[in-house]
């Protein structure tokens, strides 16, 4: 999801399934809402299909929306032999414009992870076509709440598990997987390997940040695979949202910093809340500003994310990590837990 690019309800509105966490001035997907109604430029329209790399085409599907950017991107690869990549939500038109465009050389379909936007298609599409699904694995459980539930394709079925390294041969491109568990724990990016382009799903976006959402959305494998993928010698991101990325190393570096920032503005109002604790919705109006009611609901799981990052290190602490509603304190200091004897 874009925050940034707002266009009015869309189909996959109320699932925090994409991106969007409000960002500080700067960040990609800064909080500056658009008003509704936003017109997408030409060439990010939905039913588009455009040639984004050698050999790489883009298809974005009907589900523009807050969570959802433009839309979800599903990619071609290849030529008599094609893989595709995120089919997106089960739609008609889009069902129509992939068979299509692919004909009947698609082979495989991958998925980049079990949300509502990117992977219900696959079951129509693999029926329609005989293709073989390919994905990381199958929806994770809900929380205890049911939290998340309804964000993910419960009907998903995949034909073959890919890990993390697993290689798909087409014959004419070799495509990588990359394990990138954080928005969600089955989540994989895929690397076309001779061009180093990597089709990032929901782990990377253009212009907006990512929603993650416990308890299956996790800040700290999240931050650990945002360091993975910047570790590799990516050339270029096509996002599962949103524009070509051109600059994949600068994107990736302002959403640590960004992570970072936000984590530290997370403790720093902790501080003051020792006695009582104070919840997510507390530090929300503490460190946000000005958010609707959607973007609200965005900051609140983000900041639960951070909380429950600090509670594994030890950094902070609650009666029940599980619970959104739950009070968070400061960590005590190793000092206060145990008092000096001598
Ligand atoms: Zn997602």
């Known amino acids: 999801m874009t925050t940034g690019r707002h266009t009015g309800p869309g189909r996959g509105d109320p699932a925090p399934t994409g991106s969007g966490e409000p960002g500080p001035g700067g960040v990609p997907g800064a909080a500056d809402p658009e008003p509704p109604g936003r017109i997408w430029p030409e060439h990010l329209r939905p039913g588009r299909v455009s040639e984004v790399a050698p050999g790489v085409r883009r298809v974005i599907a009907p589900n523009p929306g807050y969570m959802t950017g433009p839309g979800t991107n599903t990619y071609l690869v290849g030529g008599d032999r094609l893989a595709l990549l995120d089919p997106g939500p089960d739609d008609d038109a889009h069902l129509d414009c992939l068979l299509e465009t692919a004909g009947d050389r698609l082979l495989w379909i991958l998925v980049t992870h079990t949300h509502v936007d990117h992977a219900p298609l696959s079951t129509r599409l693999a029926e329609r076509t005989g293709a073989e699904v390919i994905a990381f694995g199958p929806p994770p459980r809900p929380g205890p709440g049911g939290q998340g539930g309804d964000a993910h394709y419960a009907a998903f079925a995949a034909h073959r598990l890919f890990a993390d390294g697993d290689r798909l041969d087409g014959g004419d491109f070799v495509i990588e997987a990359v394990h990138t568990p954080g928005h969600t724990s089955n989540h994989l990016c895929f690397e076309l390997v001779d061009q180093r382009l990597l089709f990032s799903g929901d782990h990377v976006m253009d212009g ?135």
């Open 208 to 342: 907006s940040t990512v929603v993650i959402a416990p308890p299956d959305g996790d800040m700290a494998t999240y931050m650990e695979s945002l360091q993975k993928v910047r570790a590799r010698t990516t050339r270029r991101i096509a996002p599962g949202h949103g524009d070509m990325i051109d600059d994949p190393a600068a994107v990736l570096d302002e959403y640590l910093r960004h992570r970072r920032g936000r984590e530290a503005e997370v403790l720093s109002v902790l501080a003051p809340g020792v006695q009582r604790g104070i919840n997510s919705e507390v530090i929300v109006d503490l460190i946000y500003q000005d958010l609707g009611e959607e973007l609200r609901k965005v900051a609140r799981l983000t900041v639960w994310a951070h909380l429950r990052k600090l509670g594994s290190e030890g950094r902070a602490s609650t009666p029940d990590r599980d619970d959104p509603e739950a009070p968070w304190y400061l960590a005590p200091p190793a000092a206060a837990r145990e008092p000096e004897i001598f």
